[in-house]
Nanobody, 127 residues
Framework: QVQFVESGGGVVQAGDSLRLSCAAS????????WTWFRQAPGKEREFVAA????????DYRDSVKDRFTISRDNTQNTMYLQMNSLKPEDSAVYYC????????????????????WGQGTQVTVSS
């Protein structure tokens, strides 16, 4: 089991930047794909970005490509999400998760694939 603690959220204006952090503990060595999801009120949790354990491969949802960057520091068991040019539609609670499913599988983008979540961090972008 892996435990997650997300941080770095806040209230910003459109066009601003935020950097989210995800500190992981537990049996992190079992997970090969690490992801960020987000959930806005009344909406289903949606995939945002994924990265392999080595950091060599990343994937993003179309709406955040060229604005968000996912990265990992394996020495610190921490994952990051740099979010630039934020838009009001990016407002949501952001969660990190990890899975043994390879990044190449579509299941990685389905929140039901994951069994463990942190408490999330709120991102609010005002227009």
């Amino acid at each position: 089991q892996v435990q997650f603690v997300e941080s770095g959220g806040g209230v910003v204006q459109a066009g601003d930047s935020l950097r989210l952090s995800c500190a992981a503990s537990g049996r992190t060595f079992l997970s090969v794909t690490w992801t960020w999801f987000r959930q806005a009120p009344g909406k289903e949790r949606e995939f945002v970005a994924a990265i392999t354990r080595s950091g060599g491969s990343t994937d993003y949802r179309d709406s955040v490509k060229d604005r968000f960057t996912i990265s990992r520091d394996n020495t610190q068991n921490t994952m990051y999400l740099q979010m630039n040019s934020l838009k009001p539609e990016d407002s949501a609670v952001y969660y990190c998760a990890a899975t043994m499913t390879p990044n190449t599988r579509t299941a990685v983008k389905n929140w039901k694939t994951y069994g463990s979540w942190g408490q999330g961090t709120q991102v609010t972008v005002s227009s």
